[in-house]
């Protein structure tokens, strides 16, 4: 008895060659720069801001509990950074929610920064400039493409 009419069907199927993840667009790139660059103008309007340095005699408990917060912003960041470099589109949608609070914030802060000091004004527009630039580049047509494609390429492993 060789044949058994009950065995499943037998053949030679050769396993798909996987293909290489598509290349990163220069896009995603830029983007990775602009938040590096968002970041450090965050960083240097705190240390410069004339209320924060006023504030110069903080008690170590309050010192302990910003500096917390800023070590677990800065960690969660990184996360989301590294995750847009993955190509994890929720990365995406939570830098740019972040990033509109942060603009929604800077506009509603206009009229107090004009009257900082002159060189807060510059680093005003600068960060506005900057944060705006990253939110299109997150959502122009390469970078949906790029992220649509490492989903997919993700999918077929």
């Not at 110069?56 to 070590?71: D, E, K, R, S």
């Not at 830098?95 to 802060?109: D, N, W």
């Not at 004009?114 to 600068?126: A, E, N, Q, S």
Request: aromatic fraction near 10%; charged fraction near 10%.
């Amino acid at each position: 008895m060789a044949h058994n009419p009950y065995a499943p069907p037998t053949s030679i199927v050769a396993d798909a060659a996987a293909s290489p993840p598509p290349a990163r667009p220069w896009q995603i790139k830029a983007i990775l720069g602009l938040i590096l660059l968002s970041f450090l103008i965050g960083m240097i309007s705190l240390v410069m801001d004339p209320e924060i340095r006023a504030l110069g005699g903080l008690q170590g408990t309050v010192l302990a509990v910003v500096g917390t917060f800023i070590l677990v912003f800065v960690g969660l960041l990184a996360v989301v950074v590294a995750c847009i470099w993955r190509a994890h589109r929720w990365a995406r949608i939570v830098y740019a929610v972040l990033c509109v609070l942060g603009l929604v914030t800077e506009v509603r802060g206009l009229i107090d920064v004009l009257g900082m000091p002159g060189w807060y004004f510059p680093l005003y527009l600068l960060s506005v400039s900057v944060d705006t630039a990253t939110l299109v580049l997150l959502f122009v047509p390469a970078t949906n493409a790029w992220f649509g494609a490492m989903r997919a390429a993700r999918l077929a492993r």
